[in-house]
């Protein structure tokens, strides 16, 4: 199963919003509406941010919010914060075989 | 509150065995599928396999990852992803996960534990 398509970096100043794509094929992200998004600081484990396309854990502000369109997916940041300077991976179900993909991640700069 | 807690490190030689526990509490251990993530150095996260404690049904990708098992011990609400021969290409930290999954398809991933980082070298 190849990894799902994001862009490596992305950027934006505080407060403005920022949109990351994670792209995947017919047979994951297009198949299926159990895309989830994970936030890594350096150092620390991933943490839940969305999940089923654009849910949140009660816990994640709803600054954070997801979208999916055909093959891809998006998450988007609103009203930046320094503290969302972080990698974020994109995650969907890929069938009963393999199960599950991430995206390769992206590195978003809060400048 | 859920934890699921694993060993910050484990150093070892090519060849070696190794079992990396992952212990959960504040759950029905046996209730929620358990997963392994890795994260080689400098690189992203990789989906390796996934347990049921409840009925010990395992998924696992071997042929992709090379030669590695899942294994849970419900009486002690730990899981398990064990090498029988490691190599310097299993270099990684190795997170395990609780899964939850509906209806046979992963929903998310909702619980991480803090990863254990393997070294494998001579």
């Known amino acids: 199963q190849s990894a799902l398509t994001q862009p490596p970096s992305a950027s934006g100043s505080p407060g403005q919003s920022v949109t990351i794509s994670c792209s995947g094929t017919s047979g994951d992200i297009g198949a299926y509406d159990r895309v989830s998004w994970y936030q890594q600081h350096p150092g620390e484990a991933p943490k839940l941010l969305i999940f089923n396309v654009n849910e949140r854990p009660a816990t994640v502000p709803p600054r954070f919010s997801g979208s999916k369109s055909g093959n891809t997916a998006s998450l988007t940041v609103s009203g930046l914060r320094t503290e969302d300077d972080a990698e974020y991976y994109c995650f969907s179900f890929a069938g009963r075989n393999s199960l599950g993909v991430f995206g390769g991640g992206t590195k978003l700069t809060v400048l | 509150e859920v934890q699921l807690e694993q060993p910050r490190e484990e150093v070892k030689m090519p060849g070696e065995s190794l079992m990396i526990p992952c212990k959960a509490s504040g759950y029905g251990f046996d209730s929620y599928w358990i997963g392994w993530v890795r994260q080689m150095p400098g690189r992203g996260l990789e989906w390796m396999g996934i347990?049921?404690?409840?009925?010990?049904?395992?998924g696992n990708c071997p042929s992709r990852y090379g030669q590695f098992t899942v294994s849970a011990d419900q009486s002690i609400d730990t899981a398990y992803l064990k090498w029988t021969s490691l190599r310097a290409s299993d270099t990684a930290v190795y997170y395990c996960?609780?899964?939850?999954?509906?209806?046979?398809?992963?929903?998310?991933?909702?619980?991480w534990g803090q990863g254990t980082r393997v070294t494998v070298s001579s």
């Open positions: 996960v609780r899964v939850i999954m509906i209806g046979g398809v992963i929903v998310r991933l909702d619980s």
């Open positions: 347990i049921y404690p409840g009925d010990i049904d395992t």
